[in-house]
T-cell receptor
């Protein structure tokens, strides 16, 4: 069964550093998403991406965040200058046109110290 | 704005007994509803979804959910719980015609004991 792949599974970074979280969505999916889950809290929407541009973003997704599809397979989330409160599990997801299902990756646990 | 409520932080049930995990939603227009399960240190696994049609939806691992429009609910059920069903369960909603984002509930920890 096709999977959404996320790397790394765990990343530790110092406050103020830039991090890039990587995702390989399912190959025939055209919608891509990032969600995050702060430990013990609910899963929150960050951003959706379609046709090489952001289609929707939440209030959380401020100027410190950016997304990119640098090639035909990867989808990345960059946090420019990490804060302690960015520590969370970040999930990538993808979906195909006309299908209402979303496939999530296994997540990247980001720890900011 | 769309929202999901999962009123129970934890549900405990004995193995072999039926289980119910509750979910209610609020959305403009018709909802698309989803259940996901999360095992420790794992990602979100899709269980089932309601888009249209029959109100009773059957999904993976013997789970099912019933869409009730008048009560704006989408409770997850299973006739006979297994210890291996113990996990964190999330209900999510997406509004039709209003973008693709999912809004999740706070999650319900299901604990199935022998």
């Amino acid at each position: 069964e096709p999977e959404v792949t996320q790397t790394p599974s765990h990343q530790v970074t110092q406050m103020g550093q830039e991090v890039i979280l990587r995702c390989v969505p399912i190959s025939n999916h055209l919608y891509f998403y990032w969600y995050r889950q702060i430990l013990g809290q609910k899963v929150e929407f960050l951003v959706s991406f379609y046709n090489n541009e952001i289609s929707e973003k939440s209030e959380i997704f401020d100027d410190q965040f950016s997304v990119e599809r640098p090639d035909g397979s990867n989808f990345t989330l960059k946090i420019r200058s990490t804060k302690l409160e960015d520590s969370a599990m970040y999930f990538c997801a993808s979906s195909e046109v006309g299908n209402y299902g979303y496939t999530f990756g296994s997540g990247t646990r980001l720890t900011v110290v | 704005a769309q929202s999901v409520a999962q009123p129970e932080d934890q549900v405990n049930v004995a193995e072999g007994n039926p289980l119910t995990v509750k979910c209610t939603y609020s959305v403009s227009g018709n909802p698309y509803l989803f259940w996901y399960v999360q095992y420790p240190n794992r990602g979100l696994q899709f269980l089932l979804k309601y888009i249209t049609g029959d109100n009773l939806v059957k999904g993976s691992y013997g789970f099912e959910a019933e869409f009730n429009k008048s009560q704006t609910s989408f409770h997850l059920k299973k006739p006979s719980a297994l210890v291996s069903d113990s996990a964190l369960y999330f209900c999510a909603v997406r509004a039709t015609g209003g973008g693709n984002k999912l809004t999740f509930g706070t999650g319900t920890q299901l604990k199935v004991e022998l």
